[in-house]
């Protein structure tokens, strides 16, 4: 709510041990400086910011903007799309490109190993859902039935049945094996940028079904599923029973979800909001994070905490 403060750092040389020696300017103070780190505070916000090099940066994979990225769960493979139309499999331990990944038409929004590290799943603005061959690049499986751009997906357990969301207002549960729609888990007439699923706490009612569930649903009793929402709703649904758990409004739309724990959830809006909240009770925030107004675009649960990344 304050004007942006703006300032400058110089290197003005290099002291005996090999470090920068770096003056802020005005208003700023350099705190500490290692090979690795930048450590910037502005005194009179009593606000500070780290700023970390990277370890390493592969600059060939992709030519334009990378857009989705997984890394595989015994960390030797990422698999990444990019906005200059492709998706490829690489090394991650140097980057070395192994597979392309051709199949979708227009842009691949998103990416994600199985657990297996053997197999990917994308979705596609092309209203598509994919499984590939990690080993060999080809196309397993495509699902169809969304009516529109596929934005995220989630894999149940170790992945017999997946979660797709759309544009088309629609999460839908798939099975791998039979290459079939399970069912519509939620229509919410609006866009839905994110999902997640996980375990939750058994003191959350997540409804009963109202139909026997298909035999082919593995996995998914005791699960929520969360549904972030371009009209500004985080939405919990039960994804056994396809019955609504909580709803919360936000401040602008939502962009991303994820779990901390079966019971505590977060949340990324466009407006820079993380909301921290305790599904068993959603009225009011356990917290909201907002360190700038540049839009929440993902959210990872790290250590005791978690990573975001945000539009700026």
Same mark, same amino acid.
């Given at each position: ?105 227009? !842009?691949?929004?998103? #990416?994600?190993? %199985?657990? =297996?590290?053997?197999?990917? *799943?994308? &979705?596609?603005? @092309? ?124 401040? !602008?739309?939502?962009? #991303?979800?994820? %779990?901390? =724990?079966?019971?505590?959830? *977060?949340? &990324?809006?466009? @407006? ?41």
């Amino acid at each position: 709510g304050k004007p942006t403060l703006y300032g400058s750092l110089t290197r003005r040389g290099l002291s005996a041990e090999g470090l920068p020696d770096i003056a802020a300017s005005e208003g700023f103070a350099v705190g500490g400086v290692t090979k690795k780190s930048i450590l910037i505070s502005c005194p009179h916000e009593n606000v500070s910011t780290k700023f970390l090099a990277p370890y390493t940066t592969f600059c060939r994979i992709h030519q334009k903007s990378v857009t989705c990225l997984d890394i595989s769960s015994g960390g030797g493979l990422g698999v990444s799309t990019s906005t200059d139309g492709t998706m490829k499999i690489w090394q991650a331990a140097n980057g070395e490109i192994r597979r392309l990944l051709e199949g979708h038409v227009y !842009d691949v929004n998103c #990416c994600r190993f %199985f657990p =297996s590290g053997l197999v990917v *799943l994308s &979705g596609g603005m @092309d209203a598509q859902l994919k499984i590939w061959s990690a080993e060999d690049a080809s196309c397993v499986v495509t699902f169809k039935g969304h009516k529109g751009g596929i934005l995220d997906t989630a894999i149940v357990d170790r992945g017999r049945n997946v979660l797709s969301c759309s544009r088309d207002g629609t999460a839908r549960l798939w099975d791998c094996g039979k290459s079939a729609c399970l069912g519509i888990v939620a229509d919410c007439g609006a866009a839905l940028n994110g999902i997640a699923v996980g375990a939750a706490d058994n003191s959350i009612n997540l409804g009963t079904p109202e139909n026997t569930p298909s035999e082919r649903e593995v996995g998914t009793e005791g699960k929520i599923l969360l549904l972030a929402r371009e009209d500004k709703k985080l939405q919990g649904v039960g994804l056994q029973s396809r019955q609504p758990v909580f709803l919360f409004v936000g401040s !602008d739309a939502f962009n #991303c979800c994820t %779990f901390l =724990s079966s019971t505590y959830l *977060l949340a &990324g809006t466009q @407006d820079g909001n993380i909301y921290q909240l305790d599904m068993r009770n959603t009225n009011a925030p356990i917290q909201v994070i907002h360190r700038s107004g540049a839009p929440v675009l993902s959210l990872l649960p790290y250590q005791d905490g978690f990573i975001a990344s945000q539009g700026n």
